[in-house]
């Protein structure tokens, strides 16, 4: 068989597989239905964002190029329109890295791929492009509401939407090959170190430490382009600015010129990025043939004799609380996927606050004003309690209590434990981070320049909220939990169970915070915090036993 027909027909089982595991189960239109309007509700949500935050800029950056005195090349609006396609791309990386990993290196049928006659580089390339359909989904759902923000405010001749289209189809590639060529000699190494799960979150943190600074540079960017000397060399005909703080990312500014430019310049600019972007694909291609089985079956070797030297460890005497506690621990730990994607947001937003609240960040001057005029208390307390009960609301760990089991939901079902005491050892679990979350963003707040009194009583809030958020997202799980998936990444980043269970939370937190800002106007703030924490363990306890009762229905179906 050739090899162009062996990659499409794998391709071809890998969506098929895919497919298959999505829609496995007993029909459920009320789960459906909750889908689909979570759907819709992040759609509305992330168009209504990008609407509200882009809009501004591109109107101000359409009246200074309307007020620049040299026509032709790149102009401030492109320019902005540059550093989107950067952060797409930068999340792209980021999420992208999960996926590969999850779906390429980690995924359970690589074993049975590699006991068949199958060139390795075939089944690492039918991979691959599983992971770039998956991003350039994700890059579109981004591009296309800022891509609109810019059509209507800017104006866009026809030939701009064409170009767009090739930019969006090229623009996963590159950070997914860069991942690829990093991961390939890594994973290897990873796979057989004992605490490989510890050791993928630090990679994913070190990842999202990058992102960051990504974002740290973006905001020194656009304060360049608005403030000081470059503004008035824009004004004075001098456009320089613009190519050399968009080729401080070289592949950037060809992707840019390429949907902007005219003529022979967009031409160019597109070879270029097509270049280094099949060169990067054609070197993971290369390193994949040689190596692909090797860094992959490294991870299932290890685990299998983990799996075989456990069984003769004498079990430690615990409580029955404790033992699924550490269970459920050793369970997010042992796979990068699962420890990513629950720690992550424990350290990452707590690492975006504290950037944004130190000096040198755009949003820093936003708080000195704060802190100069005035802000109300009650609205203050309200808004950072609403940052930190967002915080606790992303818990992917909550909303795939049952998920991440897989077919090892059978051997749930046979011990002897109520579902009670399933849940009590799981949920604690959860809860430590949620707690840690909303904890370390505390501790980031106290960077910003605002009363530490109003912080710290956000702080008390958010912790009340973090029980109920917490409880709440694991609902849909307990209900109908996805227990047929062949990687990591379908079990949590790709179930939708995960979605709606923020989905749930997040619907809690107006309700929550604008009855305690009800309370405010005939109370003092203190008793409100009080109140919408009273209320948050109300909804906790309530969330906590009507999940004990979905979760004895469900292990009893």
Not at 110 to 125: M, W
Not at 434 to 450: E, I, Y
């Amino acid at each position: 068989m050739s090899a162009g027909r062996e990659y499409f027909l794998l391709l071809l089982l890998q969506i098929k597989l895919r497919v298959r595991s999505g829609s496995a189960g007993k029909p459920r239109p009320l789960h459906t239905f909750a889908v689909g309007l979570a759907v819709v509700y992040m759609v509305v949500a992330v168009s209504f964002l990008e609407v509200f935050m882009l809009g501004p800029l591109f109107t101000a950056a359409k009246t200074l190029d309307d007020m620049a005195l040299q026509a032709g090349g790149l102009t401030l609006a492109n320019a902005l329109f540059g550093y989107a396609l950067f952060l797409v791309m930068a999340m792209c990386l980021v999420l992208g890295t999960v996926t590969l990993l999850s779906i390429v290196f980690f995924a359970k049928d690589t074993e049975v791929f590699a006991a068949f006659p199958l060139r390795q580089g075939n089944v690492f390339a039918s991979k691959f492009t599983i992971c770039y359909l998956a991003e350039l989904g994700f890059s579109l759902f981004l591009l296309a509401p800022a891509a609109g923000t810019y059509a209507h405010y800017v104006g866009v001749p026809g030939s701009f939407w064409p170009r767009l289209a090739f930019a969006a189809l090229l623009l996963p590639v590159l950070p997914l090959a860069f991942a690829a060529l990093v991961a390939l000699p890594l994973t290897a190494v990873f796979g057989r170190m004992r605490r490989r799960g510890l050791v993928g979150a630090a990679a994913g943190m070190l990842a999202v430490a990058a992102l960051v600074a990504g974002q740290m540079w973006f905001s020194a960017s656009l304060s360049r382009l608005f403030l000081g000397d470059a503004l008035l060399e824009l004004l004075n005909g001098n456009k320089g600015f613009i190519t050399s703080s968009l080729g401080a990312f070289p592949p950037l500014l060809w992707l840019t010129r390429a949907v902007f430019d005219g003529g022979l310049g967009a031409l160019g600019a597109a070879a270029l990025y097509v270049a280094v972007t099949v060169a990067a694909l054609l070197c993971a291609l290369a390193v994949s043939r040689a190596g692909y089985y090797k860094a992959a079956l490294a991870h299932a070797e290890a685990a299998k004799r983990r799996a075989a030297a456990a069984v003769f460890l004498p079990a430690a005497k615990r409580s029955v609380t404790k033992a699924v506690f550490v269970k459920e621990w050793k369970s997010l730990l042992r796979s990068p996927v699962f420890a990513l994607n629950s720690l992550t947001g424990v350290v990452v937003f707590p690492v975006m606050i504290a950037v944004s609240a130190v000096g040198g960040s755009s949003y820093a001057v936003v708080f000195e004003q704060l802190a100069q005029y005035g802000v109300p208390e009650p609205m203050l307390w309200m808004t950072l309690s609403a940052v930190l009960g967002f915080v606790a609301s992303i818990n992917p760990a909550a909303s795939t209590v049952f998920s991440r089991e897989g077919r090892g939901l059978d051997q749930i079902r046979a011990l002897p434990l109520t579902p009670a005491e399933q849940l009590r050892g799981r949920m604690l679990c959860f809860h430590s981070i949620g707690v840690g979350g909303v904890l370390l963003s505390f501790a980031a707040m106290l960077l910003m320049p605002l009363d530490k009194g109003i912080i710290a009583l956000s702080a008390f809030t958010g912790l009340g909220i973090s029980f109920a958020a917490t409880e709440i997202s694991a609902v849909p799980d307990c209900a109908a939990p996805k227990t047929r998936w062949s990687s990591d990444t379908e079990a949590m980043k790709q179930n939708f169970n995960s979605l709606l269970g923020m989905i749930y939370a997040f619907a809690m937190l107006p309700l929550l915070l604008g009855l305690g800002y009800t309370v405010t106007f005939f109370a003092p703030l203190e008793l409100a915090a009080c109140a919408v924490v009273l209320l948050s363990l109300a909804a906790a306890r309530g969330a906590r036993a009507w999940n004990v009762w979905l979760t004895a229905k469900m292990l009893d179906g």
